[in-house]
Nanobody, 112 residues
Framework: VRLVESGGGLAQPGGSLTLSCRAS????????MHWYRQSPGKQRELVAT?????VINYADSVKGRFTISRDNTVLFLQMTSLLPEDTAVYYC?????????WGRGTQVTVST
């Protein structure tokens, strides 16, 4: 499974960005896909999960502001009302048959 993120960049506080994660390879039997983020000096944090069943979970810190969705082989993360503390490298990951696959990440910076 290969995952490639895109869509990161610079946004102002209160602004919006949409991240994309394109999956390729052996993508059948993926049971869940996730967005994580990691800020300098902090542990990687789970932001949102979309299970194959369609069940979706969010971290409390992004509920009501971020939306995870999928369109065929692309996983999206729509981010609104961005805060400076949302600044991080955002990673896409996928769970498949006991293995977890990761993309290389895309930088999101929220600043004036």
């Amino acid at each position: 499974v290969r995952l490639v993120e895109s869509g990161g960049g610079l946004a102002q506080p209160g602004g919006s960005l949409t991240l994309s994660c394109r999956a390729s390879g052996m993508i059948y039997r993926i049971s869940a896909m996730h967005w994580y983020r990691q800020s300098p000096g902090k542990q990687r944090e789970l932001v949102a999960t979309r299970h194959r069943s369609g069940v979706i979970n969010y971290a409390d810190s992004v509920k009501g502001r971020f939306t995870i969705s999928r369109d065929n082989t692309v996983l999206f993360l729509q981010m609104t009302s961005l805060l400076p503390e949302d600044t991080a490298v955002y990673y896409c990951s996928a769970d498949r048959e006991g293995n977890t696959y990761w993309g290389r990440g895309t930088q999101v910076t929220v600043s004036t």
